[in-house]
């Protein structure tokens, strides 16, 4: 089993930034951050394939956020600008040791390995 550990987050202004940060005990192959909002399901936010890079994002969040990774540490980043109420959540990272295919890694229910979660709270 993956051990992931999230952090980064914290409460800010509507307009501010945050990177998340997900570090991974060992290699995987596609990782992905979700998040739940109280009272609502846990929704896709954006997911990368490791080797190839290709990524992936919710239309609610493309053009302001940007996952990334750096191999070398085995670390999933999630560069969040442009913050709004509505990306107020707990923010999870996900990972697999499958080569997902793209137009899947939407689907929460194909990764093995989850973290905690770091809060998200933007706020006026």
């Known amino acids: 089993q993956v051990q992931l550990a999230e952090s980064g987050g914290g409460s800010v202004q509507p307009g501010a930034s945050l990177r998340l940060s997900c570090a991974a005990s060992?290699?995987?192959?596609?990782m992905a951050w979700f998040r739940q909002a109280p009272g609502k399901e846990r929704e896709f936010v954006a997911a990368?394939?490791?080797?190839?890079?290709?990524?992936s994002y919710a239309d609610s969040v493309k053009g302001r956020f940007t996952i990334s990774k750096d191999s070398a540490k085995n670390t999933l980043y999630l560069q969040m600008n442009n913050l709004k109420p509505d990306d107020t959540a707990v923010y999870y990272c996900?990972?697999?040791?499958?080569?997902?295919?793209?137009?899947?890694?939407?689907?929460?229910?194909?990764?093995?390995?989850w973290g905690q979660g770091t809060p998200v709270t933007v706020s006026s």
């Open positions: 990368i394939r490791w080797n190839s890079g290709t990524t």
């Open positions: 996900a990972a697999t040791k499958r080569h997902l295919i793209i137009t899947t890694v939407q689907d929460h229910d194909r990764y093995n390995d």
């Open positions: 060992e290699r995987t192959y596609t």
